[in-house]
């Protein structure tokens, strides 16, 4: 019997696709046809606010080559379809239903046998509106007077948390200093490279539809269509290929149930795919108001911060109704603050539908929180790096949720970033002389961010009898790596060498329940699934290798891809010589995470166990500044994570520098523009993405890694982006003594800021 064993774990691997991914060959949703297919196209609301009147779609109907137009006719009580869906509110249309909510909101979709057919058509549909008043603005749709955008939510609200610790009040008079500001930080676009694009067929004769999806969380889509559908389970079926992108942006339900029910109207399969316009009108990050105060002694000591978060969901809720408790979780910041109060709240607007974007939640509140630290610093004449370490988090600590943790890394996370930017204490101090036209400054910021809980994940590991094994997972490849991870996870658990494992794509039709690929999870909760299924499957070997061995199971090992008997390595066979022996083709194991019961329920003060682990991470650079443009650029830029156990440190790296190189766009330039009511930068030449010129001229990562071998795995997939913005920040007021409360951090923002005074002048 041969040692397969290759100690895959922790190995610096490229993806395994890697060669496919560079030629072009890897296959993703938009890629994906089926025979006899036809396209649709969306007819989209060009008000922010508006009755619908009537629909005329006979000029429509009458083009050759259009076979059918979907509308919110379509969905009346006979037609069987739910048409209203959403994660915790069900509030969002398939397409229009009486009135439209935002510029962009889907009105009707039409079929046609070409995409340019179906394009043509649109401008033969004729709507007839009454226009109605709109607000774009959370703080303004909070007003009593604000228009109503759901009847059935009448104030706009469509998420609401509260967290109290400790005694706030009393730990004011406590407090020798109190600060206080407001932050603001808008909505922006996740741009994944693939756009949304949805495949569907329907069955007339068993009522099943099958569909191929763009998402982050196929089981999540297939329990939304069973229920929009109003049939079984098993008549849905939902798959998955590689992601060209996803960033939170294909969490959740988006082009599914228009699909489907364009393809069941239809009776062929529909295939719907956005330009990159309707990506922009789909989803978006949260745009946020944050004030926040807190209080401190003279030497720098936190006793209290006061979090007040106002977020602007769009027209939809999608995620804001939880989304705005995780906000409200992070919003104190990674500091042992032992008074706290959070009020987060979320407000229907008519703009674009918001929902997760890498690291939900956490950009907005650490902009604020990490920048009034700097300040908090500034004023007291402490060295910002010294007031840190004087508050942050150590090991058993309690939160301000009421937990406490164990082990924390904020103080390792800190003094890499730091040296890694030869901080000084002299870098505190303002480096512009007024005069010079470059101006130098260097900043840091840490985070605190949990993980998706109450969460599952199932997984399923099947030995063949050639020895080949396959892994059913629901966990989806969206350029992370977790395929490659997950693979080297079961190659070590299983001692078969990593060529002879194949992943399954998701298919909720064989790959078992998985919440969601997002929120830094699938690493750590896939794993512990994967990993009782391979001690599923070692058991099920020793049981049926048992008797061929002549010993009793308990005498039979099960390790470097074969079975043998304890204290005789000569007595032995390989996996296959075990099932072909026994005459089976075919043996798996079976495996389930779920967090524990209790964990990520709140009470009513936010107090609880919010999340089964924790995520820390931290960003320090060094910026120049052109005075006499405002433009910033980064010079040296290090990111660090806390990964726990490290299962491939060449992913992990990738991900800790993508983050940044993604933070950097919503940190300096990326941003939606509304005039009345109108998204007025929905492409990529109005919307600015970083390139490479934008990108540090040094860029360098590290994760720290614990030295126990079985330590738990944690997610880095959101660590160092929602650090970007703040570092940076707190950078520019270092280099040039000028604090910039909004983001992003654009060339005539900070140009503005510098030259305030003149300005004011000048006018």
Sequence with gaps: MTDNSRNRVGQPMPMLDAEERVIGTVKFTLDHMVPDMAHARILRSPYPHARILEIDTSLALQRPGVICVLTGEDFGP?????????????????????????????????????????????????????????????????????????????????????????????????????????????????????????????????????????????????????????????????????????????????????????ARKAGRPVRIALTREEVFQTIAKHAATIRIKTGVKSDGTFVAREVDVLWNAGAYAVSSPRATQQGMVRAPGPYRTPNVRVTSHAYYTNTVPTGPFRGAMTSQVCWAYEQQTDEIASNLGIDP???????????????????????????????????????????????????????????????????????RSEARVQLNSDGACQVFSSSVEMGQGARTTLLQFVSDELGIPLENIQAIQPDTAFTPFDTTTSSSRTAYSMSFALREASNDLKEQLAKVAAPLLEASAADVEVRDGGVRVTGSPEAGLSYAEVLSEAQLSELAGEGVFQSPEGYGVLDDKGQGIASVHWHEGAVGLEIEVDTTTGKVSIVNCHAASYAGRILNPVMVRQQNEGNVIMGIGPSLFEEYVY????????????????????????????????????????????????????????????????????LPLTAERVFRALHADDLEEVS
């Design 78 to 262: 006979e037609s069987g379809i739910n048409p209203w869906y959403g994660q915790r509110r069900k509030d969002q249309p398939i397409v229009a239903i009486g009135k439209v909510r935002y510029v962009g909101d889907p009105v009707a979709v039409i079929v046609a046998e070409t995409e340019e057919i179906a394009s043509e058509a649109l401008f033969d549909v004729v709507v007839e509106y009454e226009e109605l008043p709109f607000v774009v603005d959370a703080t303004d749709a909070a007003k009593a007077q604000a228009p109503t955008i759901h009847d059935e939510w009448p104030d706009n609200e469509c998420g609401a948390w509260h967290l109290e610790h400790g005694d706030i009040e009393s730990a004011w008079q406590d407090a020798d200093h109190v600060f206080e500001g407001v932050f603001t930080s808008p909505s922006a676009n996740h741009v994944p490279m693939e756009p949304h694009v949805s495949v569907a067929q329907w069955s007339d004769d068993d009522g099943s539809a099958e569909i191929w999806t763009s998402t982050q969380s196929p089981h999540g889509v297939h329990g939304a269509l069973v229920e929009i559908l109003n049939t079984q389970p098993e008549k849905v079926r939902v798959h998955t290929f590689n992601l060209g992108g996803g960033y939170g942006a294909k969490g959740g339900v988006k082009l599914e149930p228009m699909a489907v029910c364009a």
């Design 675 to 742: 005039d009345s009511g109108q998204l007025v930068n929905p492409n990529l030449s109005d919307y600015m993405i970083p390139s490479f010129l934008d990108l540090p001229a040094k860029l360098t990562s590290r994760s720290l890694e614990s030295n126990k071998p079985d330590a738990e795995i944690h997610g880095v997939g959101e660590m160092t982006l929602p650090v970007v913005g703040p570092a940076l920040g707190n950078a520019l007021y270092h280099a040039t003594g000028v604090r910039v409360y909004d």
């Design 385 to 455: 790096i010294e007031l840190r370490r004087k508050n942050l988090l150590r090991d058993g600590d309690t939160y301000a949720t009421g937990e406490v943790f164990p082990h924390v890394h904020y103080l390792d996370l800190l003094s890499e970033v730091a040296q890694a930017i030869d901080w000084t204490p002299e870098d505190a101090a303002v480096q512009w002389d007024g005069r010079s036209r470059v101006a130098r400054g260097k900043g840091v910021a840490l985070l605190i961010k949990h993980t998706a809980t109450p969460s």
